[in-house]
């Protein structure tokens, strides 16, 4: 099975079609987390620059969650929206340039309706088995992404355990979804980072974990 397909077959298993937003929401089990939490840490200094603070207690939080599974993820997927084949190579140079990665392993395009339009996507993936990466810088461009930095990473970056049936998605510095095909997958990391839950989406979340 290629790249591309062990990818959607680990989304078909959350009872996605495809990559849905909001994540959380659409796959049947999940968990929210607030990464930001900015009653904890000012995100602006005195300054009014990006407090550099605020940024390591978001990178702490998301390299944590990712941490507490049992091993690393497999797969990186970063799906990218785009006009023409012009715009998405200039992209694509962009994204590899600010996460440092290698050329990707494999480029799905597809036609998909957003907004009762209808766009071309690209997702582009890595067999995280075969190339040296930062997980740590990644997430940081990531968390960054609403805050001044590359835009093209904001709500677009999927980490995926694909033997696991596991999928992380930070979307930015606000906040993270982590899914599963079985709660009992992430049980143990809802229990342990259970104080970060978007107070929001708690009682939700708390359905599926506590019944």
């Known amino acids: 099975m290629n790249l591309t397909n ?28 607030d990464i930001g939490d900015s009653s904890e840490v000012d995100v602006y200094s005195k300054k009014h620059t990006v407090n550099p603070l605020y940024i390591e207690h978001c990178l702490n939080r998301a390299t944590e969650i990712m941490n507490s599974l049992s091993n690393q993820p497999d797969i990186l997927a970063i799906q990218l929206y785009y006009s023409d084949d012009k715009r998405l190579k200039r992209d694509i140079k962009k994204v590899l340039s600010v ?7 494999e480029i ?35 968390i960054i992404s609403d805050l001044g930095g590359e835009y093209l990473l904001t709500a677009s970056v999927f980490w995926v355990w ?3 049936k596991i999928m992380f998605h930070l979307c930015d510095d606000r906040g993270a979804d982590l899914v599963a095909c079985e709660k009992s997958a992430i049980k143990d990391i809802y229990t342990k980072h259970n104080k970060w839950i978007l107070e929001c989406d708690r009682e939700k979340i708390k359905e599926v974990f506590e019944n």
Request: aromatic share 12%; glycine share 4%; proline share 3%.
């Open 108 to 142: 799905d395009k597809s036609k998909i309706i957003l907004d009762d339009k209808q766009i071309d996507t690209a997702v582009l993936l890595w067999d995280l088995s075969k190339i040296d990466f930062s997980k740590e810088d990644i997430l940081k461009e990531i």
């Open 99 to 105: 996460t440092k990665l290698a050329e990707p392993h």
């Open 162 to 164: 694909s033997n696991k």
């Open 6 to 33: 062990r990818f959607y077959c680990t989304i078909n298993t959350f009872g996605m079609n495809g990559i849905e937003f909001p994540i959380f929401y659409s796959a049947k089990i999940g968990i929210r987390f």
